[in-house]
C-alpha cells in the first residue's frame, strides 16, 4: 500500500512546512521526465539544450522511429493476435448461427 503525502512529509525530516513540501513534489510530479519545467528564457539557452540532450542519450531515449515494432511489440506477433482475435469473433458468429 503506497504511503500518505502526509506520512512520507513526516518520514522525508525536510525543514519545510506541509504545504511548501506538498507543492514541491506536485511540481515534481507535474513534469513527465522528472525535470522541472524550464522558463521560456531557459528553453533557448544552448547549453540547458546541449544539457537535455545529454540526458536523454545517456537515459537510452530512442528518438528514430523503429518500423519493426508495434507500440514495443514485434509488429508479427501484433498481427498474429489481431487474427486470432478477428478468427475468435467469426468462429462465435457462425457458432450462434447454427
Not at 61 to 89: H, M, P, Q, R, W
Request: a positive charge; proline letters at 3%.
Amino acid at each position: 500500500m503506497e504511503k500518505s503525502y502526509n506520512q512520507r512529509w513526516k518520514e522525508s525530516g525536510t525543514t519545510l512546512t506541509y504545504k511548501e513540501w506538498r507543492r514541491r513534489e506536485d511540481e515534481k510530479m507535474a513534469s513527465f521526465s522528472g525535470i522541472p519545467r524550464p522558463s521560456d528564457s531557459l528553453k533557448n539557452d544552448p547549453s540547458y539544450q546541449k544539457t537535455i540532450t545529454t540526458l536523454t542519450k545517456a537515459s537510452g531515449y530512442k528518438t528514430e522511429i523503429s518500423d519493426k515494432t508495434i507500440f514495443g511489440i514485434n509488429k508479427y506477433v501484433v498481427y498474429l493476435g489481431g487474427l486470432l482475435i478477428v478468427g475468435a469473433i467469426a468462429y462465435k458468429i457462425y457458432s450462434k448461427k447454427k
